[in-house]
């Protein structure tokens, strides 16, 4: 199974900045994914991370707001841009092998103040 | 679109007692179902799949899940709890006809085990 892990693992920030949420996996996937865990909810899917092009994103969650690149097969970055106190929530990335199994980073914890 | 119901937020339980955490998802001809589990302060990690195959699987601890097509259900169950089983439960559906592999979750069941 991928072996997937973030940084940072939880951040405080002031509203109005932004933070970057950088994804490693250990090994090249084709599929890569952010989710969003808000305090005490579900996940709910933000884009689908596309290798060498644009970010597919749900409805709801806009490029300009969380812009993501994704360099290559093993590496995928996450911005929240314009940080306010209603995206303080747990960031997670995610990656689908090709045998369908789907398995999640740790997490990114941010906190916005 | 598809969709995932856990009937229940909480589920709570004495230990050793038998539990069943209850989900639906939308009809599909194709699906993959999931169930994670995420203990206190942890990350998500995945319980048990159903991709093909036998309609019934089974994790290494013991919960077992049944795929029912025509109910459109994979409710999870466990004989008999332990205090450790304490934690939050997704059930999650990727709809292979119209999704591709995006993996849309259920709001989460909170398994509350008690001695």
């Known amino acids: 199974s991928a072996v997937i892990s973030q940084k940072p693992s939880r951040d405080i920030c002031q509203r109005g900045t932004s933070l970057t949420i950088q994804c490693q996996v250990d090994?090249?996937?084709?599929?890569m994914f952010w989710y969003r865990q808000q305090p005490g909810q579900s996940l709910t899917l933000i884009a689908t991370a596309n290798q060498g092009s644009e970010a597919t994103y749900e409805s709801g969650f806009v490029i300009d707001k969380f812009p993501i690149s994704r360099p290559n097969l093993t590496f995928s970055t996450l911005t929240v841009s314009n940080m306010s106190p209603e995206d303080s929530s747990i960031y997670l990335c995610?990656?689908?092998?090709?045998?369908?199994?789907?398995?999640f980073g740790p997490g990114t914890r941010l906190t916005v103040t | 679109a598809q969709s995932v119901t856990q009937l229940d937020s909480q589920v709570p339980v004495f230990e050793e007692a038998p539990v069943e955490l209850r989900c639906n998802y939308s009809?599909?001809?194709?699906?993959?179902l999931f169930w994670y589990v995420q203990y206190p302060n942890q990350g998500l990690q995945l319980l048990l799949k159903y991709l093909s195959g036998s309609t019934l699987v089974e994790s290494i601890n013991g919960f077992e899940a049944e795929f029912n097509k025509s109910q459109t259900s994979f409710h999870l169950r466990k004989p008999s709890v332990h205090i450790s089983d304490t934690a939050e439960y997704f059930c999650a559906v990727r709809d292979l006809d119209t999704g591709g592999f995006k993996t849309i979750f259920g709001a989460g069941t909170r398994l509350f085990v008690k001695a």
């Open positions: 090994s090249q996937v084709t599929m």
């Open positions: 995610s990656v689908v092998e090709g045998s369908g199994e789907q398995y």
């Open positions: 009809s599909s001809v194709s699906v993959y």
